[in-house]
């Protein structure tokens, strides 16, 4: 069938194309779970370029109708990912005020929480953590090459460090590593780290003073704001997109008028907690804002293989230049995708090498050269890609069961879009309830959740939360989704005279 | 033979009997490595009490006459002690003012030493590092927990930790390991580090804001000093005796008049670099002192272990009362006596703890699970004790073949006292040598060496040196120590026309 391609600024053939596709699926003619026609069928049967009809599938990816399984094809969405809405796009496209009504610091929010949830103890189901469960990994992989490790070495673990430098076979295990992903450092500017938080914690120390601003996603990963309060930073909160990430408008707008802006904090796949994914062009355009500026961009990329694309996607390091600048920071970690027992992060930090090493070195010292050793024969090993491969098939099956269950025992209006990839999803609820509320009460259940204003500091996220999604979905796992949601309609049903906003 | 009880009080008893030995041993009549007569022959011999023949002994001990040999006995020192001036006790008793000509930051300074160090790669010989060599430690033992830790709990790697909290196994561990040296912390206080420097940090975070002032003894590790100065704090140096170490006098002073003093950081045991060893009376002291003026003292306690001592020394932590005070933060590791490649350290924080918790988890989460449990096995293990007196002994071997090395090749005037344990010498040099000299022309000769201005921000330790006796004293040890003498003499010649100081 060929389209009509007239108007095709306006409405480009792969849209045209793509509203088809769309019409198809609302109709229950496509149904859900079912497969595609590939890239090669669309172009035979609609006459087109490949690239449009890869540009088709992508949009109904991007619309959330579709999604692609890797090696084997697009599939139309099952009723998990739509038959909720999606969640809104922020109002605001300019950095966001901390409301001083509402403010406490995040530290003192989270050590609440924390300490609610020590002493009510462990807890029968954990959905507040963001951590795959241990059976998703490849232990025995893993295990294999300890063992063999401490053969080889038999004294590895009485060796000190003697300088104070990252161990030369993890500096050139990781700058390849870094490659496939379509960044290029040298080894000897790699720097290991204890996880992905040291790495972090370090770039805000290299480039910020107390007193100075960082910028940050908003929602954001508690933990970054944590380490910005706790070195007397300030954190400035940018509206972000629950789909491309950072508004770079707000963020362009806040280096023009805010003098103290050191630095931005960027996740820029699968963004925590609202999964995003920053398009090519925003990375681009993001490393030149940052080079503009003179800002340091600190890219936290811990989740980058946790997304569900056909190819390897860059990070913004990519576009780094190290020749003139070096602007960008870059931190990434085994801990969420291989081996979280080892706690071995890295990091490459541009023209703020030296003085991230510096500081490390006084901080915490070196490494232990076991697990930087283990690491680097990780990522070598045929079993890392693998088991990735496998880890990313488990998840997303977790995510659309999760999503489910958020449909079936959810309140109505609650607000939900399927992250393309990783280990969490973010819920908007219904205006009238208190995530607050719901942490206290929910682990009265014995569930641990994870509430909306642990992520900001601005009071916006009291209605929404993260639940995890990196356990495999059992009975109860199901009936903690159902208890949830009665719990919910419980909050809901005691507050009758409170006007209702509209979800 | 009964001695003339006399006059006892100017003269008490045990010192006319010490009197008789010191005479001895100069004359020869007992010669180095001799064994001394036991409490119990003294006894007899002098027809004293049990207590005034131990009071014999440990003056001897304390005036470097003679040394204890666990389970053994005491035996003469040998020349390497005896043939060198000791260390001078400092001359001035209030803090010390850096000297703004000589003043560069410790960090920039240490950087320098580093870069230069690194630009020269490895070397054949580190004397600059205070590591023992790993040939000390029971790989063996250490690597059979390993193997059966990773049998036993196969999965143990791909466990990430759920709750910010340290491995109740290790709490439980280290809470019984520190009642072993008269500590008494409840498990739940004690939290996991990476490394002792972590813990020194994490301390220095929770007890200081920038611009606060922490004392430190002079001369002191310069790891503590770059702990200070990366956080923006100032460091206040101390004096401290070679022998018992921070002057209580001074410390007292400065808590008198420094109103934006909020802690102090001491190494009671084998002080680094002076190798002092604190009497309890002043841990006692200096314990009340921090009370009185509501100073945290944090106590670095990594050397404990490798004083030669027949009791184990209790750490100023036992004089701490946890019910109405809490005032000592506690920082301990097993990276020099046991397993320098875990890098595993632990602290308990006193009235502090909650805060350290917190800025731990915001900084680098938690640790691993792994290496947690194989300290917490390693400290528990028979191998441990037996490890340590070994360890301990062959130490004490290296220090006196050093010192007697240091008596052979350096410059006449090199003052030298023998630290009672550990791994390493501090000299005062000449007064015309700089050791920041030295350590280049030492590098250039294929020698690491441990410059005094390494130490200290006053501007007095130039003429100072730190050696490691961490590894065996080979033929090449040897030689690089006639290499060190012949490059200070050949500073001392080439100042003929410079005014000698007195030595």
Redesign the interface.
């Known amino acids: 069938m060929p389209l009509c391609s007239t108007d095709s600024r306006e409405n480009p053939l792969y849209r045209q194309l793509a509203a088809l596709y769309e019409q198809a699926i609302a109709a229950g003619t496509l149904a859900p779970g079912m497969r595609m026609p590939s890239v090669r069928e669309l172009c035979q049967r609609h006459h087109v370029s490949l690239t449009t009809a890869l540009q088709v599938l992508r949009h109904l990816e991007s619309e959330g109708r579709v999604e692609a399984r890797e090696r084997v094809g697009y599939f139309v969405r099952g009723p998990g990912g739509s038959a909720l809405p999606g969640a809104r796009e922020p109002e605001v496209h300019e950095p966001l005020a901390r409301d001083p009504q509402v403010f406490a610091g995040i530290?003192e929010r989270?050590?609440v929480f924390?300490d609610k949830?020590?002493r009510a103890g462990?807890v029968p189901l954990?959905l507040g953590?963001a951590?795959p469960a241990?059976s998703l990994?490849?232990?025995?992989a893993?295990?294999r090459l300890?063992?063999g490790l401490?053969r080889e070495q038999?004294?590895?673990?009485?060796?000190?460090?003697?300088?104070?430098?990252t161990h030369p076979e993890f500096q050139q295990a990781m700058a390849r590593h870094a490659l496939t992903f379509g960044v290029c450092v040298a080894p000897a500017d790699i720097g290991a780290t204890?996880?992905n938080?040291?790495a972090v914690?370090l770039a805000l120390?290299a480039v910020a003073?107390?007193g100075d601003v960082i910028a940050v996603e908003s929602p954001t990963f508690f933990?970054i704001l944590?380490?910005i309060?706790?070195r007397?930073l300030r954190a400035l909160e940018i509206p972000c997109s629950p789909r491309t990430g950072m508004s770079l408008e707000a963020l362009e707008l806040a280096a023009r008028n805010e003098p103290r802006l050191k630095g931005v904090v960027v996740v820029p796949h699968l963004q925590m907690p609202q999964g995003s994914v920053m398009p090519d062009a925003h990375k681009e355009r993001l490393v030149a804002l940052c080079v503009e500026h003179g800002l340091a961009l600190i890219e936290d990329d811990i989740y980058r293989e946790f997304v569900e694309s056909p190819h390897a996607l860059r990070p913004a390091k990519a576009w780094d230049r190290p020749g003139d600048a070096g602007q960008v920071i870059y931190c990434a970690s085994l801990?969420k995708s291989f081996?979280?027992?080892?706690?071995q992060g890295w990091m490459s930090a541009g023209r703020w090498q030296?003085r991230v090493q510096?500081?490390k070195?006084?901080?915490?010292?070196?490494?232990?050269?076991?697990?930087q050793l283990?690491a680097a024969r990780s990522v070598a090993s045929p079993a890392y890609e693998r088991h990735m491969r496998r880890m990313r098939a488990q998840l997303r099956i977790q995510r659309e069961q999760s999503a489910q269950a958020v449909a079936r025992y959810f309140p109505a209006g609650t607000r939900l879009s399927l992250p393309p990839g990783g280990l969490s999803l973010w819920l908007e609820l219904p205006a009238g309830i208190s995530s607050t509320l719901l942490y206290d009460q929910a682990l009265h259940s014995g569930i641990r959740i994870a509430p909306g204003p642990m992520f900001s500091n601005t009071g916006r996220y009291e209605h929404f939360l993260r639940l995890s999604c990196g356990m495999p979905f059992t009975a109860q796992v199901e009936e903690g989704y159902r208890t949830l949601g009665t719990l919910m309609a419980g909050q809901l049903a005691e507050q009758p005279l409170l006007p209702r906003k509209a979800a």
Do not use: C
């Not at 081996?339 to 706690?343: I, S, V, W």
């Open positions: 530290n989270i050590s924390l949830a020590r462990p954990d953590s951590m241990p990994f490849d232990a025995k893993l295990n300890a063992q401490l038999p004294d590895i673990l009485v060796y000190g460090p003697s300088a104070p430098t204890h996880g938080s040291e914690n120390d003073e107390p933990g944590q380490a309060e706790v007397g801990s081996a979280p027992g080892l706690r030296a510096m500081l070195f006084a901080r915490t010292r070196n490494m232990q050269t076991w697990s283990l």
